[in-house]
């Protein structure tokens, strides 16, 4: 064990003594979107659409094909990255709670060390945020109700064949962004460290719906349009809605999906989301393009990467809040100094391994406890000795809206493993992600020696039925003391939130779900 750790040890400091070459400390960018599929940016599914700026950074640096977020929704997710811990350790549990506003980050960590730091866009990791609706339909998902929370996934086409800056706000970051990089320029004798955060390409609010509303529209214009190949576009296979796992089909409900839908509505919902990631990438190009002209980014460790992914109407879906693989799965591009070109790197990552990562690439000691494992021995060229042995799963775990169970997942190997609650009332699922990609077969009664040696491992990682005790307990707690603050307006808000039009059906029973809910021990 500490001739491995000597060897890692001796191996980060060449690779920093390989970026360090002209005296300087590499600069940083990372781009996070938000709900891009990561499996766009390999083969087969990068044939769908043309991303030439992501192609790009394959070309230059590594792509990762197996990198998962640790919770396949906005706040946490991003808490994770942020923080480099597991969402159960920060008790990030939705997307209103996540980090206290004065948590360190690894961007805090860097300007400590000298970078000057810059972040734009969307951050999303602190408490607080999100609508009213999305935290009382988290803190709720325990009633015995069955409402839709979303609006029916739409498409709406804008303008014309010119029409390029759709998600304006985000085109406005990347070009402060842009200019920031030109500033730098200027002035390069202290490294810098800069993240992006964009929107998309995240479904639109569906306006229609009133101010309350998702975001359930898939917007594009037919410029991105015509980067879409429209024949490779696949319409996803679903299961009869009497074979889905229970809380799949809670999930299917309550977003909005479990009508009919025609084959060409759901290529067409398909086919505007990818031109939204084509969009995104235009946007990632622009900030690269920058460093390039530059000369800044022959000396930038570049990251791009995505707080989830988008099920775009796979396992009768969309939105992200699922372990399946278009919800779960992320893209991780790395480009830099020192670093392998043309790279796919095999290997189970997540999105907590960034933490350790960019310490790792700015030469700042790790302090503390992380969840994550610096992917730099994975990705140097200064490859000579052995690496320290990294896990070999992930692990990503879910507690909000739209999923009526704490949910967790386990990868290793040619395995997920999912388990929700106490892991007793809620059935598990098991799939051979090798053979079953579309995830339609679970497994878990068939190959009972695996659920039970996952399981085992799943259990050595995260005391899943105690954090979902915990979860249960909070949402309760702050339920009642939300509901007690609106004191006699009760009524008349939680009846005109985004599940108004069910609610409305029959709005004095669903009351009393609730008071039975809020009336039961744990």
């Not at 990561?38 to 394959?58: A, E, H, M």
């Not at 494992?373 to 692990?395: E, G, M, N, Q, Y």
């Not at 990503?396 to 040619?414: D, F, I, K, P, Q």
Request: glycine share 6%; proline share 5%; with cysteine.
């Amino acid at each position: 064990m500490k001739i491995q750790i000597c060897a890692l040890i001796f191996l980060c400091q060449t690779y920093a003594e390989s970026l360090y070459r002209n005296g300087t400390k590499p600069n940083i960018m990372m781009v996070m979107s938000d709900a891009f599929d990561g499996r766009l940016t390999f083969d087969p599914g990068s044939k769908v659409v043309q991303l030439p700026y992501v192609n790009y950074l394959r070309e230059l640096g590594s792509t990762f094909l197996s990198a998962y977020t640790n919770s396949p929704i906005c706040c946490p997710s991003r808490a994770a990255m942020w923080s480099g811990q597991f969402v159960h350790l920060t008790q990030s549990w939705n997307n209103y709670k996540c980090l206290d506003a004065n948590a360190t980050t690894w961007m805090d960590l860097l300007e400590a060390n000298g970078y000057l730091t810059k972040s734009m866009g969307k951050l999303d990791y602190t408490s607080g945020s999100h609508s009213v609706s999305n935290r009382v339909e988290a803190w709720t998902r325990d009633v015995q109700f069955l409402l839709r929370q979303e609006g029916r996934p739409v498409t709406q086409l804008v303008g014309n064949m010119s029409t390029v800056r759709i998600m304006r706000k985000d085109w406005e970051n990347t070009d402060k962004a842009t200019q920031w990089i030109h500033q730098r320029a200027a002035s390069p004798h202290q490294p810098f460290a800069l993240y992006l955060g964009l929107n998309l390409p995240h479904p639109y609010e569906t306006e229609s719906l009133g101010p309350n509303a998702g975001g359930s529209t898939f917007l594009t214009s037919p410029y991105w349009l015509t980067k879409v190949s429209t024949e490779l576009i696949s319409v996803p296979k679903w299961l009869p809605t009497s074979a889905m796992h229970p809380v799949d089909y809670y999930s299917t409900s309550t977003k909005n999906c479990s009508g009919d839908f025609t084959e060409e509505e759901i290529k067409r919902i398909r086919g505007y989301y990818y031109a939204m990631c084509a969009e995104a990438d235009a946007m990632l190009g622009q900030v690269v393009s920058a460093l390039r002209e530059t000369g800044l980014l022959d000396n930038t460790v570049v990251i791009f990467t995505a707080d989830h992914g988008e099920l775009a109407m796979e396992h009768r879906q969309f939105y992200k809040m699922s372990m399946f693989e278009g919800s779960s799965h992320v893209p991780l591009l790395v480009t830099g100094p020192g670093l392998m070109s043309g790279l796919q790197v095999n290997e189970l990552v997540s999105l907590v391994d960034l933490y350790p990562t960019v310490l790792d690439i700015a030469g700042i000691s790790v302090k503390g406890i992380l969840s994550g494992h610096t992917l730099i021995p994975l990705l140097s060229k200064a490859r000579t000795f052995s690496r320290k042995r990294r896990p070999d799963w992930v692990l990503s775990e879910y507690h909000g809206c739209n999923v009526n169970a704490s949910t967790y997942m386990l990868r290793s190997g040619r395995w997920k493993y999912i388990a929700y609650a106490d892991g007793l009332s809620v059935p598990p699922q098991l799939f051979d992600i090798t053979r079953d990609k579309e995830e339609l077969h679970n497994v878990a009664l068939i190959r009972p020696d695996v659920e039970a040696q996952l399981d085992k491992l799943l259990r050595s990682i995260v005391d899943y039925p105690k954090v979902s005790a915990a979860v249960h307990l909070y949402n309760k707690k702050s339920f009642g003391a939300w509901q007690y603050s609106l004191g006699r307006n009760y009524s008349q808000v939680i009846g005109n939130l985004r599940w108004h039009v069910d609610w409305q059906k029959d709005a004095l029973a669903n009351e009393r779900a609730i008071d039975n809910w809020l009336a039961d021990s744990l």
